[in-house]
């Protein structure tokens, strides 16, 4: 029996990244997108985070994409540059096998690799039972907000939440000039 690879997510995935999330929009309420996006919009989405250089990962076993995290900007302004928010969907024959934690893992060291000091969480209905709650809370994120009844699906109003994990030492440093975020900044002057 093979174990699950995390590994860089590639152009090649897509198909499989489009139906997991198309799955994850239809029948579940962690985004709030109503209509799933067609695999040109994903492909857009991946083009852009891949242009910026935010780490997109993928579970695999046995050749199949289990799951998928990404971390990308947070906010457009650039004061915001030292933090992303993370994103992580599994297939719904993977949900509870541990794939979204590997998933989550592997991101999170990505994040911390290329210099990023905060990594938040937007968790729509944010149920303190929700699975993404739950893994987020497990991997040291602590809650840093919720907006109630700020999203309308299936027939019911959700909260968002916010959970918030610093890394690379967080707000309690200086940024760090080889960063990426810093570098992408410096380019843009």
Do not use: C
Request: net charge negative.
């Amino acid at each position: 029996m093979s174990s699950i690879t995390i590994r860089a997510a590639t152009s090649a995935d897509l198909d499989r990244i489009t139906d997991i999330y198309a799955d994850a929009v239809t029948h579940g309420s962690a985004s709030y997108e109503l209509e799933p996006p067609d695999r040109a919009e994903m492909g857009a989405r991946f083009d852009s985070l891949m242009v910026g250089g935010f780490p997109y990962l993928v579970a695999e076993k046995d050749g199949i994409v289990l799951g998928y995290a990404y971390a990308g900007p947070f906010r457009a302004r650039p004061a915001y540059r030292f933090v992303v928010e993370d994103s992580v969907y599994v297939a719904p024959e993977a949900k509870g096998r541990g794939v979204g934690l590997k998933l989550m893992q592997g991101l999170i060291e990505a994040a911390e690799a290329a210099g990023f000091r905060q990594i938040i969480a937007v968790i729509g209905d944010g149920r303190p039972d929700s699975a993404s709650v739950l893994l987020h809370e497990k991997l040291g994120f602590r809650h840093s907000g919720r907006l109630e009844g700020s999203g309308y699906k299936h027939g019911r109003w959700l909260d968002t939440v916010f959970m918030q994990l610093p890394i690379n030492g967080g707000a309690l440093l200086p940024p760090d000039p080889n960063s990426l975020p810093e570098r992408r900044f410096r380019q843009q002057e």
